[in-house]
């Protein structure tokens, strides 16, 4: 069980792709993509406001409101009740679920299952469930605060949120322990129910952050909604178009990209040594890293936008019009770092899920399963999957970049302006490949 918590990618034993060609290749790839596009892609493609084929009726009723919407919502609560029951009364092993779940299931399985159902952890959240049951038993409308939220606050409160989260799992020492864990989500669900009564369910949307990490990486589903609403099926990158520019979604992407890199990097003999050697204690030391790592992440892609020359639009706004073009690569980071550890502790986790008070029962009938090492043995396939996630990642980014620039920027300056973006993407390619195959 302890591959619960050392969920690294594997290093360069476990994939068996030489370095230098998984480099060129990545940097081939964007390349070629970029010049492709500049030949073969002169005007704007994507429309998310209107492009799309409506779902049948009947489904679109039953999401909006409908069984289904019920039937998610029930889910949600009773497996949350499920989970914390393990997380209150359990025994602090890890056996106990409660690590795999939140640590397996939900932070990483989220990604997959958005990718497949679109915004799936808004359909199931718990918490916005209660808020919903809250507003009703007391006569209100979810959607109302007693404030209303400042647009300038945008994703700020979810950016935060995911750096807490990725903080307790990569850097607190006893994230391990379950009195860790519950101090953790008691904070979690007290700031979003908190804050949900103040300026109602939209800060939900703005401060959970596994509702705005599942939100945004639905965009790279295939269900999608116009501007009227309507619930429609259409490509991923048509559906990526319909992420709306705002305050905190470079923020929100930044800590993403940046968290799953430190993730790779802490684990390097290189800061493994260097940190030994710095007289800053682990905790403080590993914490200005994860943050160095986003903010990186944060000043490169900021900084190359800001230089691509958009008439009438601030050089602080721009940013946020392309940082929908990370989200591809964030989805590619999640899948490349943590296949394996999905696949194989996240069987583990459905095993130990049916002894949530890890005495011996078996409630759901699985503890007497197996897990399968089956694409773990396989390790050149894994190896491809895993380069094939960060490179295709980096190539869908590109595309859904030059689609927004040709449609931004003037005729004469539609290339050149996207220049300084393809030299920071080829960057945080080789980087990425380079963390996949050296840890």
């Known amino acids: 069980m302890n591959l619960v918590f050392e969920h690294g990618i594997g290093g360069s034993k476990d994939l068996p792709i030489p370095l230098g060609l998984a480099l060129a290749g990545g940097a081939a790839a964007l390349a070629i993509s970029f010049i492709v596009l500049a030949i073969a892609w002169r005007n704007p493609r994507y429309d998310a406001s209107v492009d799309g084929r409506p779902v049948p009726a009947a489904l679109a009723r039953a999401v909006d409101g409908g069984w289904l919407t019920v039937l998610f919502r029930t889910f949600g609560l009773v497996f949350t009740a499920y989970v914390t029951w393990a997380a209150v009364a359990g025994a602090d092993s890890l056996a106990n679920p409660t690590f795999g779940v939140i640590y397996v299931w939900l932070w990483v399985g989220i990604v997959p299952a958005s990718l497949l159902l679109g915004p799936f952890y808004k359909a199931i959240n718990p918490l916005r469930t209660l808020h919903l049951l809250i507003s009703r038993l007391t006569g ?211 095993i130990y899920l049916s002894d949530p008070m890890v005495n011996g029962s078996n409630y759901l009938g699985t503890a007497n399963l197996q897990v399968n090492y089956w694409l773990s043995i396989h390790a050149q396939l894994l190896a491809l999957l895993k380069v094939g996630a960060i490179i295709i990642g980096h190539v869908l980014g590109v595309i859904s970049a030059h689609d927004r620039a040709v449609r931004l920027l003037p005729k004469r300056n539609q290339l050149t302006g996207q220049l300084p973006l393809l030299v920071v993407m080829v960057g945080y390619t080789l980087a990425g490949l380079y963390l996949l195959l050296k840890v």
Not at 199 to 221: C, H, K, M, Q, Y
Not at 296 to 318: D, E, H, K
Not at 329 to 342: E, K, P, Q, R, T
């Open 140 to 350: 209100g409308d979810p959607a109302d605060g007693i404030f209303r939220l400042p647009a300038w606050v945008g994703l700020w409160p979810g950016a935060f949120g995911l750096f807490a989260f990725t903080w307790m799992e990569l850097v607190w020492p006893s994230s391990t322990f379950l009195w860790a864990v519950r101090l953790w989500f008691a904070a979690y669900g007290s700031i979003v129910l908190v804050g949900a009564a103040l300026f109602g369910d939209r800060w939900i949307a703005a401060a959970d952050p596994f509702e705005v990490l599942s939100t945004l990486i639905s965009n790279l589903s295939i269900f999608g909604r116009t501007a009227d609403g309507t619930l429609v099926v259409r490509s991923p990158l048509r559906n990526l178009d319909g992420v709306k520019p705002g305050p905190g979604l470079l923020a929100v992407v930044a800590t993403l990209v940046g968290s799953t890199m430190f993730d790779s990097f802490q684990d390097m003999l290189v800061w493994l040594r260097l940190s030994r050697n710095i007289p800053i204690p682990e905790v403080p030391l590993n914490t200005l890293a994860l943050l160095l790592f986003c903010v990186v992440i944060y000043v490169t892609f900021g900084g190359a936008v800001a230089l691509t020359p958009i008439p009438g639009v601030s050089w602080r706004v721009r940013p946020s019009l392309f940082a929908h073009s990370v989200i591809p690569i964030v989805a590619g980071y999640f899948i490349a770092h943590y296949l394996s550890y999905l696949d194989e502790v996240g069987q583990q986790t459905l």
